[in-house]
C-alpha cells in the first residue's frame, strides 16, 4: 500500500473510531436509561418506608432531561476536562478512574501476557517438536481450561493467594491456542523455514529470526484480541474477588443507578476495544 | 468412538433434565430446615445447602435450566444475525461495543424485585441478543462470497425468482453455517451464564442454575466439608467437553 493510500485508510479509520465511541457511549447510556430497572431504589424492597417518601425519593432521582440532551450535555462536559461527578460515590470520575483502572490495566497486561505465552508455547509444543505426546497434552490443557469459567479459575487463585493474573492468562490461553497453532503450522511449512532447517540453524535462531520477523503482524493483531479477552474476563474476576478496579466500579455504578459514572466507562472502554481493534486492522 | 460417547453423555444428561421431576426426588426450594449443611447420604445423596435444600435435587432442575434455555439464547443469536447479518456497519458498531461490561450493567439494572422465572428469561434473552454480532459477521462474509459465485449467476441468468434462489441455492449454504455458529454459541451461553450466576447477576433465587449453585465455591470451608458441591462444577465441564467433541 502506498503511504497516501495508508494514510487515507488511517483517517479513515480513526473517523469510524470515533464514530463507534460516541456510539458506543450512547448505547450504554440508552441501555441503562431504558432498563426496567433504571427507576427502581433499594428503598422500594423497605416495607417501612411510606408510599409518599418512596415518591419523594423517585422524584428527587428523576432526571428530568431527555436522553439525547442528557448524553449532548454530557459529553459538552467531557471535553472541557471531566467526566462529571459520580452520583453514587459523590467524587469526580475522572478522579474514581485514576484510582481505579491501573488495578485493571495491571491485571490485564499481566494477564494477557501470561495468556500470550502460554498459548505459543504449547503451539510451539504441538506443532514444531512433532512430539504425538506433547501435542496431545497441549490440546488436552487447552480443553480443560476452555470449559472452566474464569470466575471459577479466580477463586482457586484467590483463596490459594496465588496472583489473579495467573487466572486471566489461564482463562485467556484457549482461546488463542488455536490461532497460535494455526500460525505456527503455516510457517513451519514454509519454504523459507525449510530451507533454514535444512541450513542446519538452531532452533533459537529460527525463532527469533524467521518466526518472529514473519509473524510479527499477526502476533500483533492476535496480542489485540488477547487484551479483549483478557479484559473481559478480568471484569467478573474483579467483581467476584472484590479487587478495586473497573470491573467492580461498573457493578457499582449500575447498583447505585450511576449515569456519568457509567457513561464514563462505556466510552472508555468502547475507545479500548475499538482502537485496538481499529490497531488490528491496520497492522493486517 | 469418542464423539458417540459424547453424544451418548450429552443425551443422557438431556434426559435427566427433561425428566427432572421425576429424578429429582425433593422439589428444588424445599427446605429442611432441620438438616442444613447435612452430609450426603442414605436421604440426601450430595449433602443440604445452607438452607436444607437437598443438592442433588437442585443440580438436576439446574441441569434443566442451562441445557435448555442455553440452545434458546443461540437459536436467537443466530435468527438475529440472520435477520441483521446484510448491515455491516450495525455489526461492526455491535462487535465494538464491549458487551460484558454492558451486560452486568443491564442485568445489574433490572429491578430489585425481579421475579425467578423473569430473571431466567431476562438473562438468556440479553445473551441472545447480545451475541448476534459475531455470527453476523460470518453470515455476511458467506453472503458476500455466494454472491460472486458462479452458480448464482448461472441461476439468475435462467431467470429464477429470488425467492427461489434464496430458499433452494442459497438457504442450505447458510444453513450449514447457522447449525455451526449455534454449536459455538451454545457452550459460550452456557459458561457465561455460569460467569454470571457466580457473581450473582444470573438466574434468581430460589431457582437453581448451574451458574447461582457455583456461588458455594466462594465457601471453600464448605468445600472441604462436603466434596459434593463441586459436582455442578464437574457437571459443567463434563457437558461442555461433551459439546466440544460433538461440535468439532
Known amino acids: ?257 450511576d449515569m456519568p459514572l457509567l457513561c464514563a466507562l462505556a466510552l472508555i472502554i468502547t475507545f479500548f476495544v475499538t482502537a485496538i481493534h481499529t490497531f488490528g486492522d491496520l497492522i493486517e | 468412538m469418542r464423539r458417540k460417547l459424547a453424544s451418548a453423555i450429552l443425551i443422557l444428561v438431556a434426559l435427566c433434565a427433561l425428566f427432572a421431576p421425576a429424578i429429582a426426588p425433593f422439589d428444588y426450594d424445599r427446605q429442611f430446615r432441620e438438616s442444613p449443611h447435612a452430609a450426603a447420604g442414605g436421604q440426601f445423596l450430595m449433602g443440604t445447602d445452607n438452607l436444607g435444600r437437598d443438592r442433588f435435587s437442585r443440580l438436576v432442575y439446574a441441569t434443566r435450566i442451562s441445557i435448555v434455555l442455553a440452545p434458546a439464547a443461540a437459536a436467537v443469536s443466530v435468527l438475529l444475525a440472520l435477520m441483521l447479518s446484510r448491515f455491516s456497519s450495525l455489526t461492526t458498531l455491535c462487535l465494538s461495543l464491549p458487551w460484558i461490561f454492558l451486560f452486568i450493567i443491564m442485568r445489574a439494572l433490572l429491578p430489585l424485585d425481579t421475579g425467578p422465572f423473569a430473571s431466567i428469561l431476562l438473562t438468556f434473552a440479553l445473551m441472545g441478543v447480545a451475541g448476534w454480532a459475531w455470527p453476523a459477521r460470518i453470515f455476511n462474509a458467506s453472503i458476500r462470497q455466494i454472491r460472486q459465485s458462479g452458480w448464482l449467476l448461472q441461476a439468475r441468468a435462467s431467470g429464477m425468482p429470488s425467492r427461489r434462489i434464496a430458499l433452494i441455492h442459497v438457504w442450505p449454504h447458510l444453513r450449514a453455517i447457522a447449525v455451526a455458529q449455534f454449536r459455538v454459541l451454545v457452550p459460550a451461553y452456557i459458561l457465561s451464564e455460569a460467569s454470571l450466576g457466580l457473581i450473582g447477576l444470573g438466574v434468581a433465587e430460589p431457582l437453581p442454575s448451574w451458574g447461582n449453585l457455583l456461588a458455594e465455591l466462594q465457601r471453600p470451608q464448605a468445600v472441604s466439608a462436603n466434596p459434593w458441591i463441586l459436582a455442578p462444577l464437574g457437571l459443567l465441564m463434563l457437558v461442555m467437553i461433551c459439546l466440544e467433541e460433538v461440535s468439532a
Open chain 1, 1 to 257: 500500500m502506498t503511504p497516501r493510500g495508508f494514510a487515507r485508510r488511517l483517517a479513515s479509520r480513526l473517523v469510524s473510531l470515533v464514530v463507534i465511541v460516541l456510539l458506543g457511549g450512547f448505547a450504554a447510556a440508552a441501555l441503562v436509561r431504558y432498563s426496567p430497572g433504571f427507576a427502581s431504589l433499594p428503598e422500594d424492597l423497605d416495607p417501612s418506608i411510606s408510599p409518599e417518601t418512596l415518591r419523594a425519593l423517585h422524584a428527587q432521582n428523576e432526571d428530568s432531561n431527555p436522553l439525547p440532551v442528557f448524553y449532548a450535555r454530557y459529553l459538552a462536559g467531557t471535553f472541557h476536562g471531566g467526566f462529571g461527578v459520580s452520583t453514587s460515590l459523590n467524587q469526580p470520575v475522572a478522579e474514581l478512574l485514576r484510582r481505579r483502572a491501573p488495578v485493571t490495566v495491571r491485571l490485564v497486561a499481566e494477564g494477557t501476557a501470561g495468556g500470550l505465552l502460554l498459548g505459543s508455547l504449547l503451539a510451539w509444543a504441538a506443532v514444531w517438536t512433532r512430539c504425538a505426546y506433547l501435542q496431545t497434552v497441549a490440546v488436552s490443557l487447552t480443553g480443560l481450561f476452555l470449559v472452566v469459567p474464569p470466575a471459577v479459575l479466580a477463586l482457586v487463585f484467590f483463596f490459594n493467594e496465588a496472583p489473579l493474573a495467573i487466572a486471566v492468562a489461564l482463562a485467556v490461553f484457549p482461546r488463542l491456542f488455536g490461532t497460535l497453532r494455526a500460525l505456527l503450522g503455516d510457517l513451519y511449512q514454509s519454504p523459507a523455514l525449510l530451507a533454514a532447517r535444512a541450513r542446519g540453524l538452531s532452533s533459537a535462531t529460527i525463532a527469533t529470526r524467521y518466526v518472529l520477523g514473519a509473524a510479527s503482524g499477526q502476533l500483533i493483531a492476535i496480542t489485540g484480541v488477547a487484551l479483549v479477552l483478557a479484559f473481559g474476563s478480568a471484569i467478573p474476576i474483579e467483581v467476584i474477588c472484590g479487587i478495586p478496579g473497573i470491573g467492580a466500579l461498573a457493578l457499582q455504578a449500575a447498583i447505585g443507578r
